[in-house]
C-alpha cells in the first residue's frame, strides 16, 4: 500500500519566492498533519486537519503560512512570501479518527531550502 | 503547559550493549504514549506505542517501554543494540480522550559504536 506522499522532495527557492509542498494522504485516513522540523526547534505541528476541516492551526508561525485541505486525497501548504528562517523539513501525516491512540503515519518530507 | 521532555539529545552506546532512553511528560489527565524512530534522511515511524493495558510494551525489533504513571516516565530500552539501530528516537504524546495533536519531544539521537 502507498504511504503518505509528499512533493516536493527536495526544493530550493530564493527569498520572496512563492513555495507550494503537496501532499497526498494514505486513502482512507481522515486526520492530516503537517510538521516542520528544525534543528533549532525539532519537530513542530504546524497545522492539522480532520474530515478536510481545519481543527487547530494554532503552530503556523504567521500570515506567510496557509494550508488548504480541498478533498480527502490532496493537501497543500504554502508559504507565500519565502524567507530563509523557513528552510526545513516539512513533514505530512495522516491517521484514521478514532479517538486518541491512532497511528500517525509520515511521509517522507519535502526539505526546503529558502537561499 | 503540557509538555515532553528527553533529556538526552545524543546517547553513544557500544554494539551489543544495552540502552535507556529517557521520557518524562507533564499531564494529570489521561495520556497516550507513543515512541517514533528516524532513520537519516527519511520520515518518522511508530516503534511503539501505550493506549492502555499491560504498562510495558514491545517492538516487533527488540525495543521495549514500560508506562510508569506515579513517574510520569515513557522509558525506552533495549538489552542488546545493533548497528541498525543508528537513528533518531523521538518520545510523543497525545492528551486526553478523542484529542489527535501528538506533542513530541526533541529527540534523542542514538549513535551505535562498532
Known amino acids: 500500500d502507498a504511504g503518505v506522499i509528499q512533493s516536493p522532495r527536495h526544493e530550493v527557492t530564493e527569498m520572496g519566492q512563492e513555495v507550494t509542498l503537496r501532499c497526498k494522504p494514505i486513502s482512507g485516513h481522515n486526520s492530516l498533519f503537517w510538521y516542520r522540523q528544525t534543528m533549532m526547534r525539532g519537530l513542530e505541528l504546524l497545522i492539522y486537519f480532520n474530515n478536510n476541516v481545519p481543527i487547530d492551526d494554532s503552530g503556523m508561525p504567521e500570515d506567510r503560512f496557509s494550508a488548504k485541505m480541498p478533498n480527502a486525497s490532496f493537501s497543500t501548504l504554502k508559504i507565500q512570501p519565502s524567507e530563509p528562517r523557513d528552510s526545513a523539513v516539512y513533514f505530512c501525516?495522516?491517521?484514521?479518527?478514532?479517538?486518541?491512540?491512532?497511528?500517525?503515519?509520515f511521509g517522507e518530507g519535502s526539505w526546503l531550502t529558502v537561499v | 503547559a503540557q509538555s515532553v521532555t528527553q533529556l538526552d539529545s545524543q546517547v553513544p552506546v557500544f554494539e551489543e550493549a544495552p540502552v535507556e532512553l529517557r521520557c518524562n511528560y507533564s499531564?494529570?489527565?489521561?495520556?497516550?504514549l507513543f515512541w517514533y524512530v528516524q532513520y537519516p534522511n527519511q520520515g518518522l515511524q511508530l516503534l511503539l506505542k501505550y493506549l492502555s493495558g499491560s504498562t510495558l510494551v514491545e517492538s516487533i525489533n527488540g525495543f521495549e517501554a514500560e508506562f510508569n504513571k506515579s513517574q510520569t516516565s515513557f522509558h525506552l530500552r533495549k538489552p542488546s543494540v545493533h548497528i541498525s539501530d543508528t537513528a533518531e528516537y523521538f518520545c510523543a504524546v497525545s492528551w486526553g480522550f478523542g484529542n489527535e495533536k501528538l506533542t513530541f519531544g526533541t529527540g534523542t539521537r542514538l549513535t551505535i559504536i562498532p
Open positions: 501525516a495522516s491517521s484514521l479518527t478514532g479517538g486518541s491512540g491512532n497511528t500517525i503515519y
Open positions: 499531564s494529570s489527565v489521561s495520556v497516550y
